[in-house]
């Protein structure tokens, strides 16, 4: 699949930053110009870094390695979600677990509660509780789903991180970095880059930009 060009991203609104108060100094070589208090993203720019982003990944994913996208906010979840079950893929859309990464092996024992919750009702041993018991292994077998169950594959560390909004993933960002596990992410002009190995500069809150470079 071709990485989308100069049309497309200017037609999906990739090009809109934030207002220039909001602005962070250090996204100035990727921004075009100012237009009425808003920072304009040089989309040539916004092309070479997608292509040399999307050229990375494929190498990681060519070698059979998971990449972990993540993005909590509202108008990203629905396409990372969609976007990584397409390509088989961990992803993470409700709140970041904190030590999601540093503490990995603790996130592991979670999801394999809920293998053994699974495992349970399967085999009859979940018909022998009491009812008390039963609703409370529910709730905890339902809310283990809801935060973990993207990531129920994901048996060792991602080879990447994508991320959605940097300034909202700090934390993941962070624990990405001190890990020495690459980050891709979308950057927009009110965001910091530096923790960023792949910036991809562009609008991080309209759903059609995010969509199109997903």
């Not at 920072?39 to 997608?50: P, R, S």
């Not at 088989?88 to 540093?102: A, H």
């Not at 024992?109 to 022998?128: E, R, S």
Request: proline share 5%; aromatic share 6%; charged share 25%.
């Amino acid at each position: 699949m071709s990485t989308p060009n100069f049309d497309q991203l200017l037609e999906a609104g990739c090009h809109f930053g934030h207002m220039k108060r909001k602005w962070n100094p250090a996204m100035a070589p990727y921004i075009f110009m100012e237009r009425n208090g808003i920072h304009i993203i040089d989309l040539y720019k916004t092309q070479a870094k997608l292509e040399e982003a999307a050229a990375a990944l494929r190498n990681i994913a060519k070698g059979g390695k998971k990449i972990l996208f993540v993005a909590t906010k509202k108008q990203a979840k629905e396409i990372i979600a969609d976007k990584a079950q397409s390509v088989n893929m961990p992803y993470v859309i409700e709140r970041w677990p904190g030590g999601m990464l540093t503490n990995f092996p603790t996130i592991r024992k979670a999801v394999k509660k809920m293998t053994a919750i699974d495992k349970m009702t399967k085999d009859g041993t979940f018909d022998n509780l009491s009812k008390r018991e039963k609703l409370q292994i529910t709730r905890q077998r339902a809310k283990l789903e809801k935060n973990l169950g993207s990531i129920a594959d994901l048996n060792r560390l991602p080879s990447a991180l994508f991320v959605v909004d940097v300034c909202k993933e700090h934390i993941a960002v962070a624990e990405a970095n001190r890990l020495g596990i690459p980050v891709f992410a979308i950057v927009d002009t009110n965001s910091d880059p530096s923790n960023v190995d792949f910036v991809i500069p562009a609008n991080d809150d309209a759903s059609k930009s995010i969509a199109l470079i997903l």
